[in-house]
Nanobody
C-alpha cells in the first residue's frame, strides 16, 4: 500500500505564501502523475495543479502565475508553492499520487488533506 502525508498548511494573511509538501511512502516502484486538489466547504473537489513524471505541469486557471508545483521523484515528494494567496484559496488541500507498487498496478492514492486558510 501507499500512504501520503501532507504538511505545510496553516493560516496566512492575503498576499502571503505557503508551501505544501506531500510525502509518499510504501512499496513504490514508480510514480506517475502527482498533483494537488482542493475542496472548500460546499464545493466539489477541484484540481489545483498536476505534474507528470516528465515534469510537465498543468494548473487551474485560478492559480496560474501564483502557484508552482514541483516534485522530487527520487524521494517520492511533491510540493506546491503558493504565493499571492487570496481568501478564495482557503480550502482543504489534498495530495494525489498515481503510483505502482510491487503487488498492485498503477492506481491513484489520496492524502488526508491539510487546511489552508487565507484571511483578508
Amino acid at each position: 500500500q501507499v500512504s501520503l502525508v501532507e504538511s505545510g498548511g496553516g493560516l496566512v494573511q492575503a498576499g502571503g505564501s505557503l508551501r505544501l509538501s506531500c510525502a509518499a511512502s510504501g512499496s513504490i516502484i514508480v510514480t506517475y502523475d502527482m498533483g494537488w486538489y482542493r475542496q472548500a466547504p460546499g464545493n466539489e473537489r477541484e484540481l489545483v495543479a498536476v505534474i507528470t513524471s516528465g515534469g510537465s505541469t498543468n494548473y487551474a486557471n485560478s492559480v496560474k502565475g501564483r502557484f508552482t508545483i514541483s516534485r522530487d521523484s527520487a524521494k517520492n515528494m511533491v510540493y506546491l508553492q503558493m504565493d499571492s494567496l487570496k481568501p478564495e484559496d482557503s480550502a482543504v488541500y489534498y495530495c494525489n499520487v498515481r503510483a505502482a507498487t510491487a503487488h498492485i498496478g498503477a492506481r491513484n492514492y489520496w492524502g488526508q488533506g491539510t487546511q489552508v486558510t487565507v484571511s483578508s
